[in-house]
């Protein structure tokens, strides 16, 4: 009897057989945000940003991958030559045991030692701190992006509001007229 090939020829030219695997999560991937800061737009001006690693635990990366992390009340800290991300809250893993990581620990950032000094120098500057604004997946690595921020007072915040209002005025006064004019 012919022994069976377990692999099969196509020709040239022919187009290649696609996998019939399921779409990969796009948190996963990269393709969209795991945790956004969305507070630290209205509450801050962003100056500078940094994109660094964290030093994370495996339950820790797989429970951000299901979007348990919040930024809200993170920020970060240079100290002693090193950056420190605290108050981020990662959730417990679902499938996790009793070895699961500790919900708001303080986590290392994993920085250059040139952007530590940068970063050190702009946030001794009065007013100034390190805000996260984003934590994202790159190349399966998670990331966090930092901004060097100035806090705003009140009115800067009204101000900004009125600037967006009349922005969004503007564009929906240019819409109705493209459209009246038939374009």
């Keep these: 009897m012919p022994r069976q090939t377990t692999h099969t020829i196509t020709p040239k030219g022919a187009p290649a057989?696609?996998?019939?695997?399921?779409?990969?999560?796009?948190?996963?991937?990269?393709?969209?945000?795991?945790?956004?800061?969305?507070?630290?737009?209205?509450?801050?001006?962003?100056?500078d940003k940094f994109e660094a690693g964290v030093a994370l635990r495996g339950t820790e990366v797989k429970s951000i991958r299901?979007?348990?992390?919040n930024l809200k009340d993170a920020y970060g800290l240079v100290k002693g030559g090193e950056a420190f991300l605290l108050n981020v809250h990662i959730g417990p893993y679902s499938h996790g045991s009793d070895n699961n990581h500790d919900e708001t620990r303080t986590r290392k950032l994993l920085?250059?030692?040139?952007?530590?000094?940068?970063?050190?120098?702009?946030?001794?500057?009065?007013?100034?701190?390190?805000?996260?604004?984003?934590?994202?997946?790159?190349?399966?690595?998670?990331?966090?992006?930092?901004?060097?921020?100035?806090?705003?007072?009140?009115?800067?915040?009204?101000?900004?509001?009125?600037?967006?209002?009349?922005?969004?005025?503007?564009?929906s006064a240019i819409n109705a007229s493209k459209s009246r004019n038939g374009r």
Aim: aromatic share 6%.
């Design 66 to 69: 299901e979007g348990r992390a």
């Design 17 to 47: 057989a696609k996998s019939a695997s399921a779409p990969r999560d796009p948190v996963a991937s990269g393709q969209k945000d795991a945790a956004q800061n969305r507070m630290a737009y209205h509450n801050y001006f962003l100056l």
């Design 111 to 171: 920085l250059h030692a040139e952007e530590i000094r940068k970063l050190q120098a702009k946030t001794q500057i009065k007013g100034h701190t390190l805000i996260p604004t984003r934590l994202y997946f790159r190349h399966g690595r998670l990331k966090c992006e930092l901004a060097v921020a100035k806090g705003k007072q009140d009115w800067d915040k009204r101000e900004t509001e009125r600037r967006r209002e009349a922005d969004r005025e503007a564009r």
